[in-house]
């Protein structure tokens, strides 16, 4: 539907004046507002893309945080969490400025950040343009993995809370016996096919979420040491893991961009006091407050997920590890179907579709289900998953994407006075290579050992 709105769109201007399809006016590409022709079936409000942010992003990164500041220390931590709240925010706005940009140039309502990327190559130096499509499924790519390691962040989190419920009531199995446990469960609920059915399961994991998060203030508060004993500052080398672990926990780029795109008045998405800023304010302040009080409360005992520091033979205590990993499990299928929107509407014509479709998405989902759990059976290190996929994400689709479309989409029009658009995206991809480099390779030689470690025991 979406595409034959584009093509109809595409065609308004020659229906109505047949010589514009002849020529056309440089400056329409800038008079063409892909807002006033977005059609969306049920839009969101303001307040309801503002809740939608905060459901996105706040989940089991917000758990990590005292994590993050144990490798930080306090000053640092609410220092560099400012800081890199900033930045992650201004690529945000820069990516959403580029992907309307495309929209003008290409005078469609709407594109993907894999389509953003493709139109901003054939943009660029022409020795860029033969390089338009396999950018735009490399990105493809990028987005797919990411939700990957997503969901088996999910997953190993799941497993290790509900293995502290189990130790204590029954045996002590292994927590990889409880990955396989919840993706027998999960796969009932992945095969949804329609978003619709998934919403009583958002309201329900919300709920759960909130409420364990609410709960889980008693162990923070209670019981707090010296605020002495805790470091204001930790060696700089230490300050990687922080970075990884903050970016995981601070933005959700693939999240934010669907928001944005299913919003009743999208240009209030972006600006001052616009949609973005007041929730990515309000994620920073509960990932400070969670980090700070953590930290504080579990000093260097603090693990991979606050909820594993908190006591196992309480029945509050079980209580909340119940709700938000329950919360976390019922956001899989929410997740993974960002995956299979991306494989079976980017890359498959709706109006060529075989009979057999059905089964092959339900075979795309399933082995989607089996790889996330594999892997979570091999490496069940909650902490390296989460620096990993924090690196991943924020070093590929927070700096590099933005970046590269809006350096191509400016190389003709020019990068303002003294240069400093392209001086300003330089220093973005040389950030997003160094991070990204530099946090995959040490969450991936950790995931490297548990590796070797789970094949030794087998």
Not at 254 to 281: D, I, R, T
Not at 385 to 400: K, M, V, W
């Amino acid at each position: 539907m979406e595409r034959k709105q584009q093509d109809q769109d595409r065609g308004d201007p020659g229906t109505k004046d047949e010589p514009m399809t002849v020529v056309q006016s440089m400056t329409s590409f800038y008079i063409y507002n892909p807002y006033e022709k977005r059609c969306v079936e049920v839009p969101l409000t303001n307040c309801e893309a503002f809740i939608s942010l905060l459901k996105c992003v706040i989940g089991t990164g917000i758990l990590a945080m005292p994590l993050a500041f144990r490798c930080s220390g306090f000053v640092v931590g609410v220092v560099m969490s400012i800081l890199l709240m900033i930045l992650l925010t201004y690529s945000i706005h820069l990516l959403i400025d580029g992907m309307t940009e495309c929209c003008r140039r290409r005078q469609v309502p709407q594109v993907s950040m894999p389509e953003a990327v493709r139109i901003a190559y054939e943009e660029g130096p022409e020795w860029v343009n033969c390089f338009g499509r396999i950018a735009g499924f490399l990105t493809t790519c990028v987005l797919v993995f990411g939700q990957f390691l997503l969901c088996t962040v999910y997953l190993v989190f799941v497993a290790k809370n509900f293995k502290e419920i189990g130790d204590h009531y029954w045996e002590r199995f292994n927590e990889r016996y409880y990955v396989l446990g919840a993706c027998l469960v999960l796969l009932p609920l992945f095969m949804i096919r329609r978003l619709k059915y998934l919403v009583p399961l958002n309201l329900v994991s919300n709920f759960l979420l909130y409420f364990g998060f609410a709960l889980i203030m008693y162990y923070l508060f209670a019981g707090l040491p010296d605020i002495k004993d805790r470091e204001l500052a930790t060696p700089p080398s230490e300050w990687i893991e922080f970075f990884a672990i903050a970016a995981f926990s601070l933005t959700a780029v693939g999240s934010m961009l669907v928001v944005e795109a299913h919003m009743a008045k999208p240009q209030s998405y972006l600006g001052l006091f616009g949609v973005l800023n007041l929730a990515v304010l309000f994620i920073l302040i509960s990932n400070m407050f969670f980090g700070i009080m953590g930290y504080w409360r579990f000093g260097e005992n603090v693990q991979a997920s606050v909820t594993l520091n908190i006591p196992k033979n309480e029945i509050l205590s079980q209580f909340i590890k119940v709700f938000i990993a329950s919360g976390i499990f019922l956001s899989y299928p929410l997740n993974g179907f960002v995956v299979i929107t991306v494989i079976f509407s980017d890359y498959t014509n709706v109006s060529e579709r075989r009979n057999h479709q059905t089964l092959i998405e339900y075979i795309v989902r399933l082995t989607f289900l089996i790889l996330t759990g594999a892997v979570a059976v091999g490496v069940p290190n909650l902490a390296a998953l989460t620096e990993l996929e924090g690196a991943f994400s924020l070093s590929n689709l927070n700096l590099l994407c933005p970046a590269l479309i809006d350096v191509f989409l400016n190389y003709r029009k020019g990068y303002g006075r003294l240069k400093w658009k392209l001086i300003r995206d330089i220093l973005l991809i040389l950030i997003g290579l160094i991070f990204g480099t530099v946090g995959c390779t040490v969450a991936m030689i950790q995931l490297i050992h548990d590796l070797r470690m789970t094949l030794s025991n087998v």
